[in-house]
Structures are given as structure tokens and as C-alpha cells.
């Protein structure tokens, strides 16, 4: 059975950092697209960022700068570094792991992000 369990989400004031984690079990992670997405109230799920298996990444427009995805294959897990948040970044978030050649798109059940002063 595949897992992706987020963690590192709260409430943060703008200008203020969160480090997300997706620890992932039931598949290695390192030949996976993987990423980030988020979703905010009434609005429809987007893109944050990605990485590929070769390290090649892939940002929102309005997170470039300010964030940054990594991959730790050994430990089999995904990283999303959030920095300046601002209250537009307030959202659930969001792990997948995709291997489009396998037909495999998983995804974690979300971790809430809120940026309120």
C-alpha cells in the first residue's frame, strides 16, 4: 500500500518560514516526478513545485523565490522549504509522487498551511 503522509503545516505570520515534509512508503521514490501542489478555499488545486528524478524542478510563478522543493531518495522523502510567506500562500497542501510511464499518481491527504498575522 502507498503512503505519502505530509507534515509541517500551522499558522504562521507573513514573512514567516514552514518547512513541509512528505515521508512516502510502498514505492521508491527516486525514479518519481514529485511535488507540491496546494488548494485554497473556492479556488481549484495548482501547481507549487516539482522535481524531477534527474533534480530538474518546476515553480508556480508566484512562489519562485520563496520556495524550495527537495528529494531525499535514501530516506524516501520530499521536502517543500517555504520562505516570505505571504497570507496568499494559505492553503492545503498537498504531496504526489508520479511515474506517468507506470500509470502511478499518488497523493498525500494535505497539510494545512495558514498565514495570518
Known amino acids: 500500500q502507498v503512503q505519502l503522509v505530509e507534515s509541517g503545516g500551522g499558522l504562521v505570520q507573513p514573512g514567516g518560514s514552514l518547512r513541509l515534509s512528505c515521508a512516502v512508503s510502498g514505492i521508491r521514490i527516486k525514479l518519481y516526478v514529485v511535488g507540491w501542489y496546494r488548494q485554497a478555499p473556492g479556488k481549484q488545486r495548482e501547481l507549487v513545485a516539482t522535481m524531477t528524478s534527474g533534480g530538474t524542478t518546476t515553480y508556480a510563478d508566484s512562489v519562485k523565490g520563496r520556495f524550495t522543493v527537495s528529494r531525499d531518495n535514501g530516506k524516501n522523502t520530499v521536502y517543500l522549504r517555504m520562505s516570505s510567506l505571504e497570507p496568499e500562500d494559505t492553503a492545503v497542501y498537498y504531496c504526489?509522487?508520479?511515474?506517468?510511464?507506470?500509470?502511478?499518481?499518488?497523493w498525500g491527504q494535505g497539510t494545512q498551511v495558514s498565514v495570518s498575522s
Open positions: 504526489n509522487a508520479n511515474f506517468m510511464f507506470l500509470g502511478h499518481d499518488y
